[in-house]
Nanobody, 116 residues
Framework: QVQLVESGGGLVQPGGSLRLSCVSS????????MGWGRQAPGKQRELVAT???????NYIEAVKGRFTISRDTAKNTVYLQMNTLKPEDTAVYYC??????????WGQGTQVTVSS
């Protein structure tokens, strides 16, 4: 089973930036889609950004123009660069993998808090 380890969360002021990292135990070439989701208190988890093995990228409307998903295949790592952060971006952020052969996997999560 694929294992995912996130890092990079923390406390940042509104307008600030953070970069999240997710290291996969499996080669990214063996994973259909990698993504980042988030879950705020009292809300459902939502996928905010995805990147396919072919390089297709999608974002939800709320983060377009502010968040950038990217990958380093040599390091089996996916990143989420988050700029112009807003208080409503506060959530636990989870890495997500949809590997070939099935079995969607989530990481353990990393807290992002946007507050002055």
């Amino acid at each position: 089973q694929v294992q995912l380890v996130e890092s990079g969360g923390g406390l940042v002021q509104p307008g600030g930036s953070l970069r999240l990292s997710c290291v996969s135990s499996r080669s990214l070439s063996m994973i259909n889609t990698m993504g980042w989701g988030r879950q705020a208190p009292g809300k459902q988890r939502e996928l905010v950004a995805t990147i396919t093995v072919g390089g297709d990228i999608n974002y939800i409307e709320a983060v377009k123009g502010r968040f950038t998903i990217s990958r380093d295949t040599a390091k089996n790592t996916v990143y989420l660069q988050m700029n112009t952060l807003k208080p409503e971006d506060t959530a636990v952020y989870y890495c997500n993998a949809d590997p070939m052969g099935g079995g969607t996997v989530w990481g353990q999560g990393t807290q992002v808090t946007v507050s002055s």
